[in-house]
């Protein structure tokens, strides 16, 4: 079945060490988003990128970072993870940034700081 | 700006129960409308969603919703509640206008089944 898959499931990483979060899909799609979601809360979009074309939300800290090297594959770089970056992270994809196509999930990495 | 309201946090239902989850937008021109279902420890997954044409939707699972555009409402209904639809619903919308899929989700509502 095509789908997207995150790796690791869990990630556990220091307080300022460097951690990379990965994403793949099967669906060849042109769009891929990252979320941010905290317990009990909606996923908080950080940026997507269109193609590779990178799009950032205004309010995403400097410390996130992305990166698509092709249409498969996509990361999200946490250059000094702090206590407050805990949280699932979800990948996403859609065909073309239409508003009236779902967007697909993959089932996310647990991020957590020591 | 568009936003999406779900009243409440949790609703608990008794198997077999009609579940009825509320959702309501805030949007200048009516939106495109989405349910979406996150299990625990999971990403989420498509239930349904309206874009055009018939305001009743049916979607995966037994869940149905209606776009009701003079209450400005999209509620998810389901006429019995299984064990196994015990998880946490997003209402989300993307804008009509401009070519934009970003989607703005609400808070979300957590389902219980009791047996």
């Known amino acids: 079945d095509a789908m997207v898959i995150q790796n690791p499931r869990y990630q556990v990483t220091q307080f300022g060490k460097p951690v990379t979060l990965s994403c793949s899909q099967t669906?060849?799609?042109?769009?891929m988003y990252w979320y941010q979601q905290k317990s009990s809360q909606a996923p908080k979009l950080l940026f997507h990128y269109y193609d590779k074309d990178f799009n950032n939300e205004a309010d995403t800290p400097d410390n996130f970072q992305s990166r698509r090297p092709n249409t498969s594959f996509c990361f999200l770089d946490i250059r000094s993870p702090g206590l407050g970056d805990a949280a699932m992270y979800l990948c996403?994809?859609?065909?073309?940034?239409?508003?009236?196509?779902?967007?697909?999930f993959g089932d996310g990495t647990r991020l957590s700081i020591l | 700006a568009q936003s999406v309201t779900q009243l409440g946090s949790h609703v608990s239902v008794s198997e077999g129960a009609l579940v009825l989850l509320r959702c309501n937008y805030s949007s200048s021109v009516p939106p495109y409308l989405f349910w979406y279902v996150q299990y625990p420890n999971q990403g989420l997954q498509l239930l349904l969603k309206y874009t055009t044409g018939a305001t009743l939707v049916k979607g995966i699972n037994g869940f149905e919703a209606e776009f009701k555009k003079s209450e400005t409402s999209f509620h998810l209904t389901k006429p019995s509640a299984h064990m196994s639809d015990a998880a946490e619903y997003f209402c989300?919308?993307?804008?009509?206008?401009?070519?934009?899929?970003?989607?703005?989700f609400g808070k979300g509502i957590t389902l219980s089944v009791r047996p």
């Open positions: 989300a919308v993307s804008a009509r206008t401009g070519a934009n899929s970003k989607l703005t």
């Open positions: 669906l060849n799609h042109n769009v």
């Open positions: 996403a994809t859609s065909p073309q940034v239409m508003s009236n196509q779902p967007q697909h």
